[in-house]
T-cell receptor, first 118, second 114 residues
Framework: GAVVSQHPSRVICKSGTSVKIECRSLDFQATTMFWYRQFPKQSLMLMATSNEGSKATYEQGVEKDKFLINHASLTLSTLTVTSAHPEDSSFYIC??????????????FGQGTRLTVV | AQSVTQLDSQVPVFEEAPVELRCNYSSSVSVYLFWYVQYPNQGLQLLLKYLSGSTLVESINGFEAEFNKSQTSFHLRKPSVHISDTAEYFCAVSEAGGSYIPTFGRGTSLIVHP
């Protein structure tokens, strides 16, 4: 199957700093990538849909100025958590979709990034 | 819009026993259904999926799930679990033929005891 690589797997940063998380599709082109946030023992919450060459679509309640998404190429999307605070500590997961429009496609997930803000 | 309900947050079971993880969904349109598995501090891996055709789908590691349209369910089963099956399992649904954005259930933690 297709491989999605997410980096870093773990990051600890100081409160007030910014952190960038990369999501790469290694063996396919992904026109659409998704960013999720997962709280302990809870499901994945979709934060935003990232489209190559255009602005990301954010879900309701997600601050777009805090969670900056850049999808500059067909194989790379980045999520930058700006001015991080301890409440931003979470597990962030990206996924990328193979294929074009339509539902008969599968999303492949990165291994996730554990962000801890101290 | 779709929604997914995983009725059990945690399922403890002994090794080699059978297990069923329940999943019910709600949708006004036709759906695709998925089960994903997540090991600690890792991303999600697709376990199996139903898109169309046979309502019984199987994975390579012995899991199976059956799509029941009348009961709007997609329960996951395995006749004999291993310690290595201990993980978090997520049921997901997406709109068939629509823009693919899966909606996830809250997950079921399968804990296999020796």
């Amino acid at each position: 199957g297709a491989v999605v690589s997410q980096h870093p797997s773990r990051v600890i940063c100081k409160s007030g700093t910014s952190v960038k998380i990369e999501c790469r599709s290694l063996d396919f082109q992904a026109t659409t990538m998704f960013w999720y946030r997962q709280f302990p023992k809870q499901s994945l919450m979709l934060m935003a849909t990232s489209n190559e060459g255009s602005k990301a679509t954010y879900e309701q309640g997600v601050e777009k100025d805090k969670f900056l998404i850049n999808h500059a190429s067909l194989t790379l999307s980045t999520l930058t958590v700006t001015s991080a605070h301890p409440e931003d500590s979470s597990f962030y997961i990206c996924s990328a979709r193979v294929g074009g429009a339509g539902g008969n496609t599968e999303a492949f997930f990165g291994q996730g990034t554990r962000l801890t803000v101290v | 819009a779709q929604s997914v309900t995983q009725l059990d947050s945690q399922v403890p079971v002994f090794e080699e026993a059978p297990v069923e993880l329940r999943c019910n969904y709600s949708s006004s349109v036709s759906v695709y259904l998925f089960w994903y598995v997540q090991y600690p501090n890792q991303g999600l891996q697709l376990l199996l999926k139903y898109l169309s055709g046979s309502t019984l789908v199987e994975s390579i590691n012995g899991f199976e799930a059956e799509f029941n349209k009348s009961q709007t369910s997609f329960h996951l089963r395995k006749p004999s679990v291993h310690i290595s099956d201990t993980a978090e399992y997520f049921c997901a649904v997406s709109e068939a033929g629509g823009s693919y954005i899966p909606t996830f259930g809250r997950g079921t933690s399968l804990i296999v005891h020796p």
